[in-house]
Nanobody
Framework: QVQLQESGGGLAQAGGSLRLSCSASGRTFSTYAMGWFRQAPGKQRELVAGITSGGSTNYADSVKGRFTISRDNAKNTAYLQMNSLKPEDTAVYYC???????????WGQGTQVTVSS
């Protein structure tokens, strides 16, 4: 069982920045594929960014050049640095871990990000 705890959400103005953190349990964090998803009211949950155990990253087109995903295996933590925030980035952001050979999914409880114009 892997537990994920997000932090760092809150209110920001358009053009501002926030950094989300996701702290994970487990002794094999370095093997997890980590991702950040978001869900706005009335919309489906969507992938924002992902990072593999080897450090390869991918991003949704809507956040490329503005958001950066990273990981610190020594701290069992993944991060999402969000710059140049836009009101359309407003959503609940969820941390996701894919664990093991079957890539079992684990989710955090979510953290609210609100961007005002």
């Amino acid at each position: 069982q892997v537990q994920l705890q997000e932090s760092g959400g809150g209110l920001a103005q358009a053009g501002g920045s926030l950094r989300l953190s996701c702290s994970a349990s487990g002794r094999t964090f370095s093997t997890y594929a980590m991702g950040w998803f978001r869900q706005a009211p009335g919309k489906q949950r969507e992938l924002v960014a992902g990072i593999t155990s080897g450090g390869s990253t991918n991003y949704a087109d809507s956040v490329k050049g503005r958001f950066t995903i990273s990981r610190d295996n020594a701290k069992n933590t993944a991060y999402l640095q969000m710059n140049s925030l836009k009101p359309e980035d407003t959503a609940v952001y969820y941390c996701n871990a894919k664990v093991g050979a079957l890539w079992r999914d684990y989710w955090g409880q979510g953290t609210q990000v609100t961007v005002s114009s």
